[in-house]
């Protein structure tokens, strides 16, 4: 059982930068491929990144690519996005996920824990 709780979302303008971070429960954390997802209002919630158990790889969803960054820190049990250059069409409440299985998908379905989101709202 994984616990996870984000944190860092909040109002800023177009290009400007946040860094979202995802605290996760549990003594298998290390183990798990974690994920950021987001959903704006009216949208489905769509895939953001994913980073490996290891750290080692990520995936990036196009139009976050070159601008956001996941990392993790195992020895804290935490993941976070660093996004920078903000663009209005980024405003959606994040989520973070986690994977058991550690295959790095890219889907929501194959994510077991999930948070309960982050709200970030970028005016132009």
């Known amino acids: 059982q994984v616990g996870l709780v984000e944190s860092g979302g909040g109002l800023v303008q177009a290009g400007d930068s946040l860094r979202l971070s995802c605290a996760a429960s549990g003594q298998t954390f290390s183990s798990y491929a974690m994920g950021w997802f987001r959903q704006a209002p009216g949208k489905e919630r769509e895939f953001v990144a994913v980073?490996?158990?290891?750290?080692?790889?990520?995936t990036y969803a196009d139009l976050v690519k070159g601008r956001f960054t996941i990392s993790r820190d195992n020895a804290k049990n935490t993941v976070y996005l660093q996004m920078n250059n903000l663009k209005p069409e980024d405003t959606a409440r994040y989520y973070c996920a986690a994977d058991q299985t550690a295959l790095g998908s890219e889907r929501a379905q194959d994510f077991d824990y999930w948070g309960q989101g982050t709200q970030v709202t970028v005016s132009s």
């Open positions: 980073i490996s158990w290891s750290g080692k790889s990520t």
